[in-house]
C-alpha cells in the first residue's frame, strides 16, 4: 500500500523586526481535517468540504475527470522535484494572486491571459451574498478593482495556514507562448491600453529601438512583437523591476512547488476544468462559468505566426526564460522554433 505523500509547507511573516516562521504539514491521506476536531462553516451539499469532496471518494473507482487532474498533480510533483533545487520561504507578497472564497472554501491563483477575468466574476458570484447572480452582468474592469475580492495576503498568518491546509487549491494554466502573444496583443495592440503603451510602449521603444521617431517614444503604441521580445529576455528589464503579471510566469505567479495546487485546470480544456472545480464546490446549481468567443482567443498556429520573425537566437533565450512553466505544466516545446 502507497505511503500518504506529505506536502511541506514553510509559511513567514513580519511582525514588527521580526519574522515568524511557521512550518505545517499537509497530508492526501484526510484533507480538511483539522487537529483538535476543528469544523469549517463551507461544506457542501454533501456535508463535506471540496477538499474532502475530492480527495475522499472512492480512489478504485475514478472518473475520467478525476483520474485527468491526479495525472496532473502528480506530473507537477514530480516536475517540481526534478527540477526546483532550493527551497525557499513564502512570505505574504507571494500569496497576492490567491484568491479566497471563505464560502466555499476555495483558494484561486488567478493568472492573466488565462480566463482570469472570467475566474474572477465567478468568484464575486460566488463570494458576494447575493448580490451577483450572472458572472457575465460584471462589467470586466470591475472584476479587477483591488477590494472586490479578498487575497490570501490580506490573512493572518494562522489564518493563511488554516486555509492553504483546508481549502481546495486551483489555478488554471496555458501553453506558455500562447499565452505570450495573447498579453502581447491584447496590451500593445489595441489602441485602448493607452496606460500599457505609456508604462511599457515607450520604455521599449527608447531601449530596443535604432532612431525611434518622437512620436513612438512619446506614445509607445505601436511596439513590435519582436521588440517585445528583446525587452523580455533583456537582463536589465528583470534587473529594473519585476515582470508585469501579464507576462510574468505562472511559477513566479502562483508558486506551484510550494503551495500544493489541488486542482491544475488548463485553458485547452476551460469550460470541462471550471465545471468540475464549481461540482466540487457544490456550487455548480449556483453559477455557471461563462463561455468564452473561441474565434478571439490566440491560438499554436497564431503564435507561430508571431514567432516567424524572432531569429533563432532569441527563440531560444525567450524559451529559457518560460522553460519552468512548460516544465511543470507538461508543454512541449512548440515545433516551430527553429533552435533545436
Not at 484561486?108 to 482570469?116: E, I, N, R, W
Not at 488554516?162 to 491584447?186: C, D, G, I, W
Amino acid at each position: 500500500m502507497r505511503k500518504p505523500k506529505v506536502y511541506r509547507m514553510v509559511l513567514a511573516t513580519c511582525v514588527g523586526s521580526f519574522i515568524i516562521v511557521v512550518f505545517y504539514f499537509q497530508s492526501n491521506l484526510k484533507p480538511g481535517a483539522e487537529q483538535g476536531g476543528g469544523r469549517t462553516d463551507w461544506q457542501g451539499k454533501s456535508g463535506r468540504s471540496p477538499l474532502q469532496t475530492l480527495y475522499d471518494g472512492d480512489q478504485l473507482d475514478l472518473s475520467a475527470a478525476q483520474l485527468t487532474h491526479q495525472g496532473r498533480r502528480e506530473l507537477l510533483e514530480e516536475a517540481c522535484h526534478s527540477y526546483t533545487r532550493k527551497r525557499r520561504v513564502l512570505i505574504p507578497e507571494d500569496l497576492k494572486h490567491l484568491i479566497v472564497d471563505d464560502q466555499h472554501g476555495l483558494l484561486y491563483c488567478y493568472v492573466p491571459k488565462v480566463a482570469c477575468t472570467n475566474w474572477k466574476r465567478v468568484m464575486m458570484v460566488l463570494t458576494g451574498d447575493g448580490r451577483y447572480h450572472d458572472p457575465l452582468k460584471i462589467p470586466a474592469n470591475e472584476a479587477h478593482v483591488a477590494g472586490n475580492l479578498r487575497t490570501l495576503s490580506e490573512y493572518s498568518t494562522a489564518e493563511i495556514n488554516h486555509r492553504l491546509r483546508t481549502y481546495l487549491k486551483f489555478v488554471f494554466v496555458r501553453e506558455p507562448f500562447e499565452r505570450l502573444v495573447s498579453a502581447y496583443r491584447n496590451k500593445f495592440t489595441r489602441s485602448y491600453n493607452t496606460a500599457f503603451h505609456k508604462r511599457y510602449g515607450t520604455k521599449i521603444i527608447r531601449r530596443h529601438r535604432p532612431n525611434p521617431r518622437p512620436e513612438a517614444l512619446d506614445r509607445g503604441n505601436d511596439v513590435s512583437f519582436e521588440e517585445f521580445v528583446y525587452y523580455l529576455v533583456d537582463p536589465h528589464t528583470q534587473r529594473e523591476e519585476p515582470f508585469n503579471e501579464h507576462w510574468e510566469r505562472v511559477h513566479s505567479l502562483c508558486h506551484p512547488c510550494l503551495i500544493h495546487y489541488d486542482v491544475v485546470g488548463k485553458y485547452e480544456t476551460l469550460e470541462q476544468d471550471s465545471h468540475y472545480v464549481l461540482q466540487l464546490a457544490g456550487a455548480d446549481s449556483e453559477v455557471r462559468f461563462p463561455s468564452s468567443a473561441k474565434s478571439a482567443r490566440t491560438t499554436g498556429d497564431m503564435a507561430a505566426q508571431f514567432f516567424r520573425n524572432i531569429s533563432p537566437f532569441y527563440q531560444k533565450k525567450l524559451y529559457n526564460l518560460y522553460k519552468m512553466d512548460f516544465l511543470l505544466f507538461n508543454y512541449s516545446m512548440p515545433a516551430y522554433l527553429k533552435f533545436r
